[in-house]
Antibody, heavy 111, light 108 residues
């Protein structure tokens, strides 16, 4: 089982970015999928999770700006980030389930 | 909001036992998960549902929980165990679905 993130980049404040997380070895539609970030010098912070039914949940600081979605045909989850702020600068990890038994290697977002 | 408290750092000599605590209101009544994070690498789940050790994790790692404290214990500590360790819970009744502790830096 593996998760591979992509899409990390440098973006100006107020800009947008979409991260992708491609899964192999399991189906994303059969598992909860989670995004976690780590800002420079800080600890791990939960960002969002998407349930098998498609409902998504977010930390308060990104509500209304970030959207988590799933493409079952590509076995991929996405994190679409709008209105980016400097405090969103972090390495973003995707992980399987709400207890994160499989982690990706991370994608760096710099705002 | 729900808070998990961890000591910022723990230091042990090789071969000794490291104990990392995670404090939270009635955390013993929740399922606690522990993640090991080394610089530049993806985190790794080292303990799930408080006491379950995932496949591939050495039996030197063990977990426990009671009342307001969950504990990750690493016996016969090795240099390769040096990392940041995070406790974590998820609970649909919480305002924040998933909560991480602040992390503990284990120095060997």
């Amino acid at each position: 089982m593996q998760l591979v993130e992509s899409g990390g980049d440098f973006v100006q404040p107020g800009g947008s970015l979409r991260l992708s997380c491609a899964a192999s070895g399991f189906s994303v539609r059969s598992n909860y999928m989670t995004w976690v970030r780590q800002a420079p010098g800080k600890g791990l912070e939960w960002v969002s999770s998407i349930y098998t039914g498609g409902n998504s949940f977010y930390i308060d600081s990104v509500k209304g700006r970030f959207t988590t979605s799933r493409d079952d045909s590509k076995n991929t989850v996405h994190l679409h980030m709008d209105s980016l702020r400097p405090e969103d600068t972090a390495v973003y990890y995707c992980a399987r389930e709400l207890f994160m038994d499989v982690w990706g290697q991370g994608a760096t977002v710099t705002v | 909001s729900y808070v998990l408290l961890q000591p910022p750092s723990v230091s042990v000599a090789p071969g000794e036992t490291a104990t990392i605590t995670c404090g939270g209101d009635n955390v013993g009544g929740k399922s606690v998960h522990w993640h090991q994070h080394k610089p530049g690498q993806a985190p790794v789940l080292v303990m799930s549902y408080t006491t379950d050790r995932p496949s591939g994790i050495p039996d030197r790692f063990s977990g426990s929980g009671s009342a307001n404290t969950a504990t990750l214990t690493i016996s016969r500590v090795e240099a390769g165990d040096e990392a940041d360790y995070y406790c974590q819970v998820w609970d649909g009744s919480l305002n924040r679905l998933v909560v991480f502790g602040g992390g503990t830096k284990l120095t060997v």
